[in-house]
Protein backbone atom coordinates (compact mmCIF):
# COMPACT_ATOMS: atom_id res chain seq x y z
CA UNK A 1 0.00 0.00 0.00
CA UNK A 2 1.10 3.48 -1.01
CA UNK A 3 0.18 7.07 0.11
CA UNK A 4 -0.46 10.13 -2.59
CA UNK A 5 -0.93 13.28 -1.16
CA UNK A 6 -2.60 16.18 -3.49
CA UNK A 7 -3.92 19.30 -3.82
CA UNK A 8 -1.01 21.53 -2.78
CA UNK A 9 0.12 24.44 -4.63
CA UNK A 10 0.94 28.21 -4.79
CA UNK A 11 -2.27 29.87 -3.12
CA UNK A 12 -2.94 33.37 -1.82
CA UNK A 13 -3.13 34.65 1.63
CA UNK A 14 -6.76 34.33 2.54
CA UNK A 15 -7.62 31.16 0.26
CA UNK A 16 -8.39 28.16 1.26
CA UNK A 17 -7.22 24.52 0.51
CA UNK A 18 -8.14 20.99 0.49
CA UNK A 19 -5.39 18.15 0.32
CA UNK A 20 -6.38 14.45 -0.31
CA UNK A 21 -4.24 11.50 0.76
CA UNK A 22 -5.37 8.43 -1.07
CA UNK A 23 -4.21 4.75 -0.22
CA UNK A 24 -3.38 2.22 -3.09
CA UNK A 25 -2.36 -0.68 -3.69
CA UNK A 26 -3.52 -2.83 -1.66
CA UNK A 27 -5.82 -3.60 1.59
CA UNK A 28 -6.21 0.08 3.74
CA UNK A 29 -7.10 -0.67 7.22
CA UNK A 30 -5.32 1.76 9.32
CA UNK A 31 -5.88 2.48 12.70
CA UNK A 32 -5.18 6.18 12.53
CA UNK A 33 -3.65 8.87 10.32
CA UNK A 34 -2.40 11.85 10.35
CA UNK A 35 -1.73 15.20 8.59
CA UNK A 36 2.09 16.58 9.15
CA UNK A 37 3.93 19.62 8.13
CA UNK A 38 7.49 20.91 7.58
CA UNK A 39 8.90 23.75 6.59
CA UNK A 40 12.41 24.41 5.51
CA UNK A 41 14.59 24.88 8.29
CA UNK A 42 11.92 24.12 10.94
CA UNK A 43 10.40 20.83 12.74
CA UNK A 44 7.88 18.41 11.64
CA UNK A 45 4.36 20.00 13.08
CA UNK A 46 1.18 18.12 14.21
CA UNK A 47 -1.56 19.24 12.01
CA UNK A 48 -4.53 17.03 12.11
CA UNK A 49 -4.99 13.37 13.06
CA UNK A 50 -8.60 10.99 12.75
CA UNK A 51 -9.11 7.69 14.28
CA UNK A 52 -9.92 5.42 11.55
CA UNK A 53 -11.63 2.87 13.63
CA UNK A 54 -14.63 5.35 15.17
CA UNK A 55 -13.79 8.90 13.01
CA UNK A 56 -12.74 10.74 16.17
CA UNK A 57 -10.63 14.11 14.55
CA UNK A 58 -8.52 16.29 16.09
CA UNK A 59 -6.34 19.22 14.92
CA UNK A 60 -3.52 20.80 16.38
CA UNK A 61 -2.56 24.14 17.19
CA UNK A 62 -1.58 25.83 13.27
CA UNK A 63 -5.09 24.99 12.14
CA UNK A 64 -7.27 24.59 14.86
CA UNK A 65 -10.75 27.06 14.08
CA UNK A 66 -10.08 27.08 10.62
CA UNK A 67 -8.94 23.70 9.31
CA UNK A 68 -10.82 20.06 9.45
CA UNK A 69 -9.50 16.34 8.49
CA UNK A 70 -12.12 13.90 6.76
CA UNK A 71 -11.94 11.15 5.41
CA UNK A 72 -14.42 9.62 1.95
CA UNK A 73 -17.09 7.17 2.61
CA UNK A 74 -14.78 4.51 1.02
CA UNK A 75 -12.04 4.67 3.96
CA UNK A 76 -9.39 5.09 1.42
CA UNK A 77 -9.06 8.83 1.01
CA UNK A 78 -7.97 10.96 3.85
CA UNK A 79 -8.41 14.88 3.83
CA UNK A 80 -7.35 18.50 4.95
CA UNK A 81 -9.05 21.48 5.11
CA UNK A 82 -7.64 25.21 5.76
CA UNK A 83 -9.28 28.32 5.51
CA UNK A 84 -7.20 31.90 5.23
CA UNK A 85 -4.11 30.45 4.65
CA UNK A 86 -1.17 32.40 5.78
CA UNK A 87 2.19 32.64 5.03
CA UNK A 88 3.40 30.50 8.01
CA UNK A 89 1.05 28.03 6.63
CA UNK A 90 3.88 27.39 3.69
CA UNK A 91 5.56 23.67 4.12
CA UNK A 92 5.62 20.38 2.51
CA UNK A 93 2.22 18.50 4.16
CA UNK A 94 2.57 14.76 4.19
CA UNK A 95 -0.14 12.15 5.31
CA UNK A 96 1.14 9.08 7.25
CA UNK A 97 -0.80 5.93 8.78
CA UNK A 98 -0.77 3.61 12.10
CA UNK A 99 -1.47 0.16 12.01
CA UNK A 100 -2.39 -0.30 15.35
CA UNK A 101 -3.14 1.75 18.39
CA UNK A 102 0.08 1.35 20.08
CA UNK A 103 1.91 2.97 16.87
CA UNK A 104 -0.92 5.37 16.72
CA UNK A 105 -0.72 6.63 20.19
CA UNK A 106 3.16 6.50 19.70
CA UNK A 107 2.91 8.55 16.49
CA UNK A 108 5.12 6.12 15.28
CA UNK A 109 4.20 5.93 11.57
CA UNK A 110 3.94 2.45 9.61
CA UNK A 111 3.12 4.06 6.33
CA UNK A 112 3.45 7.98 4.80
CA UNK A 113 3.76 9.92 1.60
CA UNK A 114 5.83 11.88 -0.21
CA UNK A 115 3.67 15.18 0.86
CA UNK A 116 2.48 17.70 -1.42
CA UNK A 117 3.83 21.62 -1.45
CA UNK A 118 1.88 24.65 0.29
CA UNK A 119 3.04 27.94 -0.87
CA UNK A 120 1.03 30.47 0.44
CA UNK A 121 2.01 34.40 -0.81
CA UNK A 122 1.21 37.41 0.51
Known amino acids: VRLVESGGGLVQAGDSLRLSCTAS???????GMWWWRQAPGKEREFVA?????????WLGDPVNGRGAISRDSAKTTLYLSIDNLQPEDTALYFC????????????????WGQGTQVTVST
Open 49 to 57: TIDWTNGGT
Open 96 to 111: AAANNAENYYSRRFDL
Open 25 to 31: GGVFNPY
